[in-house]
């Protein structure tokens, strides 16, 4: 008998039946086949149709008609399931949104005390650290520490599940970068480096790219390599320069330019068109009879170029007149000195008071008529003393307490006077040192050392005539001078603004406050006093102190 046709027939009922189970081709002949596509939020989730895995979604594939269960499984999140009947040709499209999942992530360096950085986002605490209710899926660890190479792994954390991932920090090679900057105080910063520049501090051995920035010098990047041990290099930035040019009226003003060069601040005359470095500058302009002017500016590459206009101003000299205080009452008597020039100092007295130069008094001024009374400075603070006479025995601390009160009690700005102003307002337009008259007349002019004194105190020189007083005397008594100042010699010397110098080497000549030095030298006091010798009577006499003295007061000066 001929099996072959037999077997042939076994064989292909076999593959049909397969076929069948399979849902192949034959059930899909006879039944026909409809379109599944299944997508899920986030994708790569595996789909199963009826028990059967098709394939990662999203998915786009030919089932069966009928009843079916699709279901999708991501290792990060819940399995989610949907149930359908899908009809012959029909094209259904499933989209799932799997439930967010969280698990728990433990991370341990060893050593200890690491930075942890989880996608990019550092961590408060440093190594070990638990992080509870972390969201599943691919975190990008990187875990970081000075002196050890930094690693940096995927870690995978799952549903309901600990994580726990171990990190072994390397030794890394170290050396020190010493820099020699110019300027000195250039940033530095490591360009694509995980790590900052500090001086002293080891960085990792290898190749580090430097940007180096100052205010009003160009940006330089150098390249350095960084072995063990100690490495030095140096980076000298350009400075930035700029033309200035002023067009400043009236054009005979005085004009001073102060801007930080290298070997610190500097105050240069104006000049067209001068190159100045880049970064703050002021200008300071000053001409007879106009308001001083001043403008902070900033240099660069491009120039300044500015017009001012100075304020001229519109002042009688000679006036008088006394503020009035918000708590009631009038603050000192003043009297308007107008601007003008006059020679400070004298060739023919003490070695202080040399050498004479010539001082430009640009801004007119208000001054005290007399000096500041016990009565005027207990509207500010209670002081013992005969209400009338000078205020001393002060400190410069009460002073200023003092002309901070005037400020605030007017709405203006009063100081002490200057030592230029001072001499300015005592010599009143006059050339002489000496501005009490004759010895026999003295008296007339200031409450001095006199036959008064000698009669308390037999061993003292004194001038030949009598004023009545012995010490302090009520301010007024005595004649004034030509810009109508009492008591510019005796009674009570004045302290001013300025600071002691033993000479007049180097001293500005415009009449503003030569500051310098206070804290060693002490501060300058003007006009002598009662009890000063005959030999001190002069207008360009000058005295330092810095404690209180009960001979020793002050005058006001008012800006207008």
């Given at each position: 008998?001929?099996?072959?046709?037999?077997?042939l027939?076994?064989?292909?009922?076999?593959?049909?039946?397969v076929?069948?189970a399979?849902?192949?081709?034959?059930?899909?002949?006879?039944?026909?086949?409809?379109?599944l596509?299944v997508?899920?939020?986030?994708?790569?989730?595996?789909i199963?149709?009826s028990g059967v895995a098709?394939?990662?979604?999203?998915?786009?594939a030919?089932?069966?008609?009928?009843?079916?269960v699709?279901?999708?499984?991501?290792?990060?999140?819940p399995p989610?399931?949907?149930?359908l009947?899908?009809t012959r040709?029909?094209?259904?499209?499933?989209?799932?949104a799997?439930?967010?999942?969280f698990?728990?992530?433990?991370?341990?360096?060893?050593?200890?005390g690491?930075?942890v950085?989880i996608?990019?986002?550092?961590l408060?605490q440093q190594?070990p650290v638990?992080?509870e209710?972390?969201?599943?899926?691919?975190?990008?660890?990187?875990v970081?520490?000075?002196?050890?190479?930094?690693?940096s792994?995927?870690v995978?954390v799952?549903p309901?599940r600990?994580?726990s991932?171990?990190?072994?920090?390397e030794?890394a090679?170290?050396?020190q970068?010493?820099?020699?900057?110019?300027p000195p105080?250039?940033?530095?910063?490591?360009?694509?480096a995980?790590?900052g520049?500090?001086?002293?501090?080891?960085?990792?051995?290898?190749?580090?790219r430097?940007r180096?920035?100052?205010?009003?010098?160009?940006?330089?990047e150098?390249?350095?390599?960084?072995?063990?041990?100690?490495?030095l290099?140096q980076?000298?930035?350009?400075?930035?320069?700029?033309?200035?040019?002023?067009?400043?009226?009236?054009?005979?003003?005085?004009?001073?330019?102060?801007?930080q060069a290298?070997?610190?601040?500097?105050?240069?005359?104006?000049?067209a068109?001068?190159?100045?470095?880049?970064?703050?500058?002021?200008?300071?302009?000053?001409a007879?009879?106009?308001?001083?002017?001043?403008r902070?500016?900033?240099?660069?590459?491009?120039g300044?170029?500015?017009?001012?206009?100075?304020?001229?101003?519109?002042i009688?000299?000679?006036r008088?007149?006394?503020?009035?205080?918000?708590?009631?009452?009038?603050?000192?008597?003043?009297?308007?000195?107008?601007?003008?020039?006059?020679?400070m100092?004298?060739?023919?007295?003490?070695?202080?008071e040399s050498?004479?130069?010539?001082?430009?008094?640009?801004?007119?001024?208000a001054?005290?008529?007399?000096?500041?009374?016990?009565?005027?400075?207990?509207r500010?603070?209670?002081?013992?003393?005969?209400p009338?006479?000078?205020?001393?025995?002060?400190?410069?601390?009460?002073?200023?307490?003092y002309?901070?009160f005037?400020s605030?009690?007017?709405?203006?700005?009063y100081r002490?006077p200057?030592?230029?102003?001072?001499?300015?307002?005592a010599r009143a337009g006059?050339?002489?040192r000496?501005?009490?008259?004759a010895?026999?007349?003295?008296?007339a002019?200031?409450n001095?050392r006199?036959?008064t004194?000698?009669?308390r105190?037999?061993d003292?020189?004194v001038?030949p005539?009598a004023d009545?007083?012995a010490g302090?005397?009520?301010?007024?008594?005595?004649?004034?001078n030509?810009?109508?100042?009492?008591?510019?010699?005796?009674?009570?010397?004045?302290?001013?603004?300025?600071?002691w110098?033993?000479?007049f080497?180097?001293a500005?000549?415009?009449a503003?406050v030569?500051?310098?030095?206070?804290?060693?030298?002490?501060r300058?006091?003007r006009?002598?006093?009662?009890?000063?010798?005959p030999?001190?009577?002069?207008i360009?006499?000058?005295?330092?102190?810095n404690?209180p003295?009960?001979?020793?007061?002050?005058?006001?000066?008012?800006e207008?």
């Amino acid at each position: 008998m001929n099996l072959k046709w037999p077997l042939l027939a076994l064989a292909m009922l076999t593959l049909l039946i397969v076929d069948w189970a399979l849902d192949g081709l034959g059930p899909r002949f006879v039944f026909g086949t409809g379109t599944l596509v299944v997508q899920t939020a986030p994708p790569g989730a595996a789909i199963k149709v009826s028990g059967v895995a098709l394939g990662a979604a999203p998915l786009d594939a030919a089932i069966r008609p009928g009843a079916a269960v699709v279901e999708a499984h991501h290792p990060y999140h819940p399995p989610a399931t949907q149930r359908l009947t899908i009809t012959r040709g029909e094209r259904r499209i499933v989209s799932f949104a799997l439930e967010p999942a969280f698990g728990q992530l433990e991370i341990v360096t060893n050593p200890r005390g690491a930075v942890v950085t989880i996608n990019g986002e550092g961590l408060p605490q440093q190594s070990p650290v638990t992080l509870e209710g972390m969201a599943t899926g691919r975190h990008q660890v990187e875990v970081s520490m000075h002196g050890r190479h930094p690693v940096s792994e995927w870690v995978e954390v799952f549903p309901n599940r600990k994580t726990s991932k171990t990190f072994e920090l390397e030794r890394a090679p170290m050396g020190q970068l010493s820099l020699q900057l110019t300027p000195p105080h250039a940033s530095v910063e490591l360009v694509d480096a995980d790590v900052g520049w500090r001086p002293g501090e080891d960085l990792p051995a290898g190749i580090y790219r430097l940007r180096v920035s100052a205010a009003g010098f160009e940006t330089r990047e150098a390249t350095v390599r960084v072995a063990q041990g100690r490495n030095l290099a140096q980076v000298t930035l350009p400075r930035i320069y700029g033309a200035l040019r002023l067009d400043i009226q009236p054009p005979s003003a005085d004009v001073q330019v102060t801007f930080q060069a290298a070997d610190g601040s500097r105050t240069v005359p104006y000049e067209a068109g001068m190159q100045l470095p880049s970064g703050g500058f002021s200008v300071r302009a000053t001409a007879m009879g106009h308001r001083n002017l001043r403008r902070s500016l900033t240099m660069t590459s491009a120039g300044v170029r500015l017009r001012l206009a100075m304020q001229r101003y519109d002042i009688a000299p000679g006036r008088q007149f006394s503020d009035a205080l918000k708590s009631g009452g009038e603050g000192p008597l003043l009297v308007v000195v107008g601007p003008g020039t006059f020679r400070m100092g004298s060739s023919q007295g003490a070695s202080n008071e040399s050498p004479e130069r010539e001082v430009r008094v640009t801004q007119p001024f208000a001054i005290g008529v007399f000096e500041v009374t016990q009565a005027d400075f207990s509207r500010h603070q209670t002081w013992p003393g005969e209400p009338d006479e000078p205020a001393v025995g002060l400190t410069l601390r009460d002073l200023t307490g003092y002309l901070a009160f005037l400020s605030r009690e007017t709405g203006y700005g009063y100081r002490l006077p200057s030592e230029a102003e001072w001499e300015y307002a005592a010599r009143a337009g006059g050339e002489e040192r000496f501005m009490l008259g004759a010895a026999d007349d003295a008296c007339a002019y200031g409450n001095i050392r006199d036959l008064t004194m000698q009669e308390r105190y037999r061993d003292y020189d004194v001038t030949p005539c009598a004023d009545g007083f012995a010490g302090l005397a009520p301010v007024g008594r005595f004649a004034a001078n030509a810009f109508g100042l009492h008591d510019v010699l005796g009674n009570a010397e004045e302290w001013v603004a300025d600071c002691w110098h033993s000479s007049f080497a180097g001293a500005p000549r415009h009449a503003g406050v030569w500051s310098d030095g206070c804290d060693f030298t002490g501060r300058v006091a003007r006009g002598t006093a009662f009890d000063s010798p005959p030999t001190d009577l002069r207008i360009t006499f000058r005295n330092v102190g810095n404690s209180p003295s009960d001979s020793r007061g002050f005058r006001v000066t008012r800006e207008l």
